[in-house]
């Protein structure tokens, strides 16, 4: 199972990782799109847009209807809630480790007065 979750994981952050694909996502948290008319708001070709679109899709970060020739696609946010427990998984980590730094800093102060 843990190899599973991690390839989901992995999937989302590999769609993440690039500003199109995080832009398409930006915009459809306003609304559903047609994939057409997703394509016109970028300066690439649909081609290329449609590329985004699927590995968003694998991630599966969107999802496609089909009505009639129109293919609408909607944002599914539940994989970025994963994603968002892995990096709140290392904050309080790190957190803790800036409150233990925090607290050292602090101290060797007071002992120096």
Not at 44 to 51: D, E, F, T
Not at 74 to 89: F, G, M, R, T, V
Request: charged content about 30%; glycine content about 4%; aromatic content about 8%.
């Amino acid at each position: 199972m843990g190899e599973y979750k991690s390839a989901d994981l992995d999937r989302v952050f590999n769609a993440l990782c690039d500003p199109t694909r995080r832009a398409i996502l930006a915009r459809l948290t306003d609304a559903d799109a047609r994939v057409t008319e997703l394509a016109g708001e970028f300066p690439i070709s649909l081609n290329s847009v449609s590329k985004h679109i699927r590995m968003l899709e694998r991630a599966g970060l969107l999802r496609r209807s089909i009505v009639g020739r129109d293919h609408v696609l909607s944002l599914n946010a539940a994989p970025l809630a994963e994603a968002q427990a892995w990096i709140e998984k290392y904050r309080r980590f790190w957190e803790g480790r800036l409150a233990a730094l925090e607290h050292y800093v602090l101290n060797k102060d007071r002992k120096r007065k």
